[in-house]
């Protein structure tokens, strides 16, 4: 996994070299990567319940066939807790990407505690131009986070959706390789417009759950469960009755490239 380790080394070297002249100090950063963290931790655990935290990613996992020794990108890693998990529960190797420096931070020093640092790697990047060689990986992977970055969008596409974002996808994927995601996508859209738009980028699509029932069941659960004077209640109101409205769509699909 060579082409992902000179960009965090580069980049707590800029760290270094900015602390050194006092411009940041790093054990500030760090912490502000571990109070990140942990407010978004508390955001999901109060908008989701006690729900078992690997069930997602499993599912998922299974329907793309993750599987021991396989390459995953993970687009959109985050604070690197799925990829943690596709390593751990599925024997994979993984490379996180994330435009985020303080979620690339966390990521590398949380696995590093975990000891799992020679199995999941993680580095700064831009979805668009990814910092890898063609025909890379066996399989890129995204849990509902492409839809959290404006250039993930495009207007003028019915799913949403820029598909130059899924076209450096199919680039780095070996020719037998898959893309795997649960995202959001604006609606008002069907199963039928997310198979076009894929077919649009080089992919056939090989399966797909439908996840908006369940998605909005556990929304209005959550809001009920709220205190009448949380802030939180009135605004999940809102973003429910939004995406009930304009026919927003929870999908998890696997496609091949084509």
């Given at each position: 996994?060579?082409?992902?380790?000179?960009?965090?080394?580069?980049?707590?070297?800029?760290?270094?070299?900015?602390?050194s002249k006092?411009?940041?100090?790093?054990?500030?950063?760090?912490?502000?990567?571990d109070?990140?963290y942990?407010?978004?931790?508390?955001?999901?655990?109060?908008?989701?319940?006690?729900?078992?935290?690997?069930?997602?990613?499993?599912?998922?996992?299974?329907?793309?066939?993750?599987?021991?020794?396989?390459?995953?990108?993970?687009?959109?890693c985050?604070?690197?807790?799925?990829?943690?998990?596709?390593?751990?529960?599925?024997?994979?190797?993984?490379?996180?990407?994330?435009?985020?420096?303080?979620?690339?931070?966390?990521?590398?020093?949380q696995?590093?505690?975990?000891?799992?640092?020679?199995?999941?790697r993680?580095?700064?990047?831009?979805?668009?131009?990814l910092?890898?060689p063609?025909?890379?990986?066996?399989?890129?992977w995204?849990?509902?986070?492409?839809?959290?970055?404006?250039?993930?969008?495009?207007d003028?596409?019915p799913?949403?959706l820029?598909?130059?974002?899924?076209?450096?996808?199919?680039?780095?994927?070996?020719?037998?390789?898959?893309?795997?995601?649960?995202?959001?996508?604006?609606?008002?859209?069907?199963?039928?417009?997310?198979?076009?738009?894929?077919?649009m980028?080089?992919?056939?699509?090989?399966?797909?759950?439908d996840?908006?029932?369940?998605w909005?069941?556990?929304?209005?659960?959550?809001?009920?469960n709220?205190?009448e004077?949380d802030?939180?209640?009135?605004?999940?109101?809102?973003?429910?009755d939004?995406?009930v409205?304009?026919?927003?769509?929870?999908?998890?699909?696997?496609a091949?490239?084509?």
């Open positions: 996994m060579e082409p992902c380790d000179a960009v965090p080394r580069m980049l707590m070297a800029l760290l270094h070299v900015l602390r006092g411009a940041v100090d790093l054990r500030d950063f760090q912490a502000l990567a109070h990140r942990q407010e978004l931790v508390s955001e999901r655990e109060a908008r989701e319940g006690s729900h078992t935290p690997r069930l997602p990613t499993a599912q998922l996992a299974q329907m793309a066939g993750v599987g021991s020794g396989m390459l995953v990108l993970d687009a959109g985050g604070y690197g807790g799925p990829a943690r998990e596709l390593a751990e529960d599925f024997g994979a190797r993984v490379i996180g990407v994330d435009r985020d420096p303080l979620r690339v931070l966390y990521a590398i020093r696995t590093s505690k975990q000891g799992m640092g020679d199995r999941v993680f580095c700064w990047g831009d979805f668009k131009a910092p890898f063609d025909a890379l990986f066996d399989l890129v995204s849990m509902e986070s492409l839809t959290g970055h404006d250039s993930a969008w495009r003028d596409v799913t949403g820029d598909p130059d974002l899924f076209k450096e996808f199919a680039r780095v994927l070996k020719p037998s390789g898959r893309v795997a995601c649960q995202l959001f996508i604006r609606g008002p859209v069907d199963g039928d417009d997310l198979r076009r738009f894929l077919e980028t080089s992919f056939a699509l090989v399966d797909m759950d996840c908006t029932e369940t909005l069941r556990c929304m209005l659960e959550s809001i009920e709220l205190r004077d802030p939180r209640k009135q605004s999940w109101r809102v973003t429910h939004e995406a409205r304009g026919g927003d769509r929870l999908y998890r699909f696997v091949r490239r084509s």
